[in-house]
């Protein structure tokens, strides 16, 4: 069964302290995985998609990378408006659409 | 409009009630996707819908009736609804081929049941 787990849960960082969250996955065949920001009470916002292991993108203060079974997204020097839920998904090759998420990690910025 | 919107914002509704939400895409894309999103919880998958027809249905009860008239549109019928499916519901839509299905959502519909 495909699965999605994110680390930590919650995080707290001082502007400008560089850090990493961290998603573990398994799939059958993976198609995709998927890096989301999503703002209270808004609809997720696409991030990043990486698609094979030793990948990585980048935009702005945030890079996300991958390997067989994780992905990071590092964060370099957070701003306050770098606070927000990001959530990680996968696609296998199995499935039609059918992103599976994990619960997502909750980044709280301060200046 | 751009990206993918969708009507209303928020909505209160009683267990006896029908309604409907919207979900309209500007992207051109080819496949349109319902998911749900309660407090604590992963985002759960609803319905996949792919050129217009149905791919995927995620075990939804059937008091949730999704319609997709078109390439563009998605609809989903509420009807006697219970406390528990007060959540954030969310569209998104997708190009399906390689490399190019990466999802895009809406804003959601905040949904409470009464």
Same mark, same amino acid.
């Given at each position: 069964e495909d699965q999605v787990t994110q680390s930590p849960e919650a995080l707290r960082l001082q502007e400008g302290e560089s850090s990493s969250l961290n998603c573990s996955y398994t799939v059958s065949g993976l198609r995709g995985l998927f890096w989301y920001r999503q703002d209270p009470g808004k609809g997720p916002e696409f991030l990043f998609t990486l698609y094979s292991a030793g990948e990585e993108k980048e935009k702005e203060r945030l890079k996300a990378t991958l390997t067989k079974k994780e992905s990071f997204l590092h964060i370099t020097? +957070? &701003? #306050?408006?770098?606070s927000a839920t990001y959530l990680c998904a996968v696609l296998g $090759?199995? /499935? =039609?659409? &059918?992103l599976i998420f994990g619960q997502g990690t909750t980044l709280q910025v301060k200046p | 409009e751009t990206g993918v919107t969708q009507t209303p914002r928020h909505l209160v509704m009683g267990m006896t009630n029908k309604k409907s939400l919207k979900c309209e895409q500007h *992207?051109?894309?080819n496949a349109m996707y319902w998911y749900k999103q309660s407090a604590k919880k992963p985002l759960e998958l609803m319905f996949v819908y792919s050129l217009e027809e149905?791919?995927? /249905?995620? $075990?939804? #009860? $059937?008091r949730f009736s999704p319609e997709c008239p078109n390439s563009s549109h998605l609809f989903l019928h509420l009807h =006697? *609804?219970? +406390?528990?499916?007060s959540a954030l519901y969310l569209c998104a839509s997708s190009q399906e081929g390689y490399r190019t299905d990466t999802q895009y959502f809406g804003p959601g519909t905040r949904l409470t049941v009464l």
């Open positions: 020097a +957070p &701003k #306050p408006e770098d $090759s199995g /499935n =039609t659409g &059918k | *992207l051109g894309h149905r791919v995927e /249905n995620n $075990s939804v #009860p $059937s =006697t *609804l219970q +406390p528990e499916d």
